[in-house]
């Protein structure tokens, strides 16, 4: 199993430093400065197929409204189904504790972390939130707009019954 460590932080330098409006018209430009390419879109966002040394070199953009709300992208290899979890969590593990360190050299402190088996961190800059998640076969890369996640962080309201 790959963990694609230098293609993860040039992404997140790259979306770190760009120029972000968070709608559709970032999506062409941003794709080409890193390498990605656009499979398809819709209303509702793209598959990009992207240049990250992974079995799954795929991204998602969502938004709607011509409004970008965020990336998420593989940045392992995704764990085949009859991978023992003994063999894959070390390993998605030791890559999440990699790429958090490298991504933390950058940007400094996380915002948020959050440890498990579902682990997650997050970086909120100006411009852009990035975060790495990991899922139980493969870490992700998120790209995130700053409106979008306030939206996230809101908490839920209160059921009034």
Same mark, same amino acid.
């Given at each position: 199993m790959h963990v694609d460590i230098e293609g993860t932080k040039r992404i997140a330098r790259l979306a770190a430093g760009y120029d972000w409006s968070w709608t559709i018209d970032d999506l062409s430009p941003f794709c080409a400065q890193a390498g990605w390419e656009m499979v398809e879109s819709d209303d509702l966002g793209a598959s990009i197929q &992207? $240049? #990250? /040394? %992974?079995s799954r070199p795929e991204a998602i953009m969502y938004g709607r409204n011509r409004r970008m709300d965020y990336f998420i992208a593989f940045v392992t290899d #995704?764990? *085949? !189904? !009859? &991978?023992?979890m003994s063999e894959v969590r070390p390993v998605l593990d030791e890559g999440?504790? !990699?790429i958090s360190a490298e991504l933390t050299a950058l940007f400094g402190?996380?915002?948020r972390? /959050?440890?498990? %088996? *579902?682990?997650? %961190?997050?970086? $909120?800059?100006p411009e852009i939130t990035i975060a790495l998640g990991q899922s139980f076969g493969a870490l992700h890369l998120y790209l995130k707009?700053?409106?979008?996640?306030?939206?996230? !962080? *809101?908490? /839920?309201?209160? $059921? /009034?019954d």
């Open positions: &992207t $240049d #990250l /040394e %992974v #995704l764990a *085949e !189904d !009859d &991978t023992p999440f504790a !990699d402190a996380p915002a972390f /959050e440890p498990g %088996v *579902e682990a997650n %961190v997050r970086w $909120d800059l707009s700053p409106k979008y996640q306030a939206r996230m !962080d *809101e908490p /839920e309201p209160l $059921d /009034e």
